[in-house]
């Protein structure tokens, strides 16, 4: 009895000899992703060199991390070779200072920043016909700020608007893997790493201008489960 429970528990799980990964084949995913920035700022360099000696040279600029929902589409180019491309929503990442300013030491809330980081990778499969199938990938990130626009909470930026460049092009490296089931469904891991580049300036109440305060770099860790379809 027992083996016989067995045997139907491994037969569920193992993948169908009709679903096997071919040239052309489609794959849609559905994927809880956490994107967790690895953020590279020196506000208070910038500041204190283009705007007013202000800050402690450490202060910096944190962007928290968030989790959403994502779509991807895979296509098979051949058994091996796959693009993906992944449909992230919009990702809202809240940005504070760390740090002293102006003799206001503690986390400064700025506001939030609101990304579309639509990503294309070419992918190679290592076991595309087995249950198991880990990979690896390369590609470009376009990252475009749908909301770019915060404002200074303390000190001698207080009230000031500050702003994100429009968007950011970069590297995307990726890898992860698919559990093959019957019938076309699969379950997924993945985990990538985007470099995403952009400038950080203020608006000067007094001048009207537009000065350059930080070179962010938000290069973030973005880390995927979900299940997805074989067509």
Do not use: C
């Amino acid at each position: 009895m027992k083996k016989t429970a067995i045997s139907l528990m491994l037969a569920a799980l193992l993948p169908a000899m009709n679903v096997q990964a071919e040239q052309g084949d489609w794959v849609v995913r559905l994927r809880a992703t956490n994107v967790k920035p690895n953020e590279d700022s020196s506000l208070g360099k910038y500041v204190n060199q283009n705007v007013a000696n202000v800050m402690t040279p450490s202060a910096e600029l944190k962007v928290d991390s968030n989790t959403i929902p994502e779509l991807d589409i895979s296509y098979y180019w051949t058994k091996n070779i796959a693009t993906e491309l992944i449909l992230a929503l919009g990702t809202k990442h809240d940005v504070k200072i760390s740090g002293d300013s102006a003799g206001v030491v503690g986390n400064q809330h700025l506001g939030s920043i609101d990304a579309l980081p639509p990503t294309l990778t070419v992918q190679w499969h290592f076991n595309p016909d087995a249950t198991f199938d880990p990979y690896v990938g390369a590609g470009i990130n376009a990252t475009f700020m749908l909301d770019r626009y915060l404002r200074g909470s303390a000190g001698a930026i207080n009230g000031e608007k500050i702003r994100i460049d429009r968007s950011s092009f970069g590297p995307a490296l990726q890898a992860g893997f698919d559990i093959n089931l019957k019938d076309g469904w699969l379950i997924n891991a993945d985990v990538k790493r985007l470099w995403i580049d952009t400038d950080v300036e203020l608006n000067s109440a007094i001048t009207g201008r537009w000065t350059k305060i930080d070179k962010l770099d938000i290069d973030p860790w973005v880390i995927s489960f979900g299940v997805g379809k074989r067509f």
